[in-house]
């Protein structure tokens, strides 16, 4: 049976889609509603797209997992604030372990999906609720975010290559009312693009911004297959996520009809919300670097080939420090670092200390 639905607070969508400039992955118009993009009814190629299985936070199993409260009311914003160049910060996270688990997928069924590589949250596993994420450790240098991320593990051949160090995952406005933005809500979770997609629906996905990069190959909708063989390349991928929620679920069924991304307001250049999804929230891009190059013929995926890239997210900031966050930096219209600190504004100040922390 469906939850009705309950009420929680607007978050909004940030930063404009780049892939539009090249005629890959173009934003929909004003009169689409819903969806994020191809293969947006669910996470297949796991063998199934749909979640039926009960777990802390679906005790039903029927895949929808309602915010308390909603957030109703809301009507996407058409305004065109003062324009600023960045409006974003980091959440730089380190892997922290590999598995073949989906908390959001398979909840509460460990090793059912394809290997994964998590960064964040270090506990993240088939059976993470929001409860187990909620405040735990975790690899990104803001210890307030406990958010669990992860996507396909990469493999050379039978070796597992993991991504070294901090990875960059970039919190920005989507819309182009970057004051509109609000922050994710607790327990909100999502799937990025789908395992099972083509390579033609991967380059005209909405989120698709470079491909596979790797030397001056670029836009590649597969990994290519030779890398130039020098210390300094490495295989770069960067995809971003939708970013308007339609404020009424955490999670639905395919993981991704309550997430929408911007449309185009009628008219003009500027990117908006649906009216099927009004709250604009951030906008998350995963800019990852895997430490492989030279030959990549038996470079792939665990889902597959690259174009089966995609990732989850799962948030569990602390709610005090991911509103400073978004305040300062993305409705602010700075670049911020993970402290939010933009070098090129310093009086504007941070957001955290030394420490990453909330003063």
């Known amino acids: 049976m469906r939850p009705s639905p309950k009420r929680l607070p607007a978050l909004l969508l940030g930063t404009a889609l780049v892939a539009g400039v090249l005629g890959f992955g173009t934003l929909a118009s004003a ?17 199934t797209a749909v979640s039926t299985r009960a777990s802390g936070d679906d005790p039903d199993g029927d895949g929808y997992i309602p915010a308390v409260p909603q ?32 908390p959001i997928v398979y909840p509460g069924q460990p090793g059912k ?42 493999y050379d051949g039978d070796e597992k290559v993991l991504p070294v160090g901090p990875q960059v995952i970039y919190y920005k406005a989507g819309v182009t009312d970057y004051t509109s933005v609000r922050p994710f809500p607790r327990g909100l979770r999502f799937v990025v693009g789908s395992p099972m997609q083509s390579a033609q629906e ?9 491909g596979w990069e790797c030397g001056d190959s670029f836009f590649n909708t597969d990994i290519p297959a030779s890398c130039p063989d020098r210390p300094d390349v490495q295989l770069n991928i960067r995809f971003q996520a939708p970013s308007c929620w339609d404020g009424k679920y955490l999670d ?15 008219g003009t250049n500027d990117n908006m919300c649906p009216a099927s999804h009004p709250v604009a929230l951030p906008m998350i891009e995963f800019k990852m670097a895997f430490p492989v190059n030279g030959d990549m ?20 900031w602390e709610e005090r420090t991911l509103k400073a ?8 219209g700075l670049q911020c670092d993970p402290r939010g600190y933009d070098e090129n504004n310093p009086g504007r100040g941070a957001v955290l200390n030394a420490e990453y922390r909330l003063p």
């Open 297 to 316: 013929s038996r470079v792939r995926l665990a889902s597959g080939r690259g174009y089966s890239f995609h990732y989850d997210f799962f948030n569990a």
């Open 252 to 266: 639905t069924p395919g993981h991704q009809s309550h997430m929408a991304y911007p449309v185009v307001k009628p």
């Open 113 to 154: 999906s394809h290997d994964h590589t998590f960064m964040g949250n270090t506990t993240t596993d088939a059976a993470s609720t929001t409860a187990s994420l909620y405040g735990g450790n975790t690899t990104c240098k803001a210890p307030a975010d406990a958010s669990a991320y992860w996507m396909p593990s990469l």
């Open 31 to 47: 009169a689409d509603t819903g969806g994020a993009g191809p293969a947006a009814t669910g996470h297949t190629g796991h063998s």
């Open 202 to 210: 991967f380059r005209a996905h909405k989120g698709f911004v470079e």
């Open 325 to 332: 966050m978004v305040d300062h930096c993305i409705v602010g």
């Open 71 to 102: 957030v109703t009311g809301v009507t996407p914003s058409t305004a065109t604030p003062p324009p600023r160049y960045f409006h974003e910060f980091q959440a730089n996270c380190s892997v922290s372990h590999t598995a073949p688990d989906d």
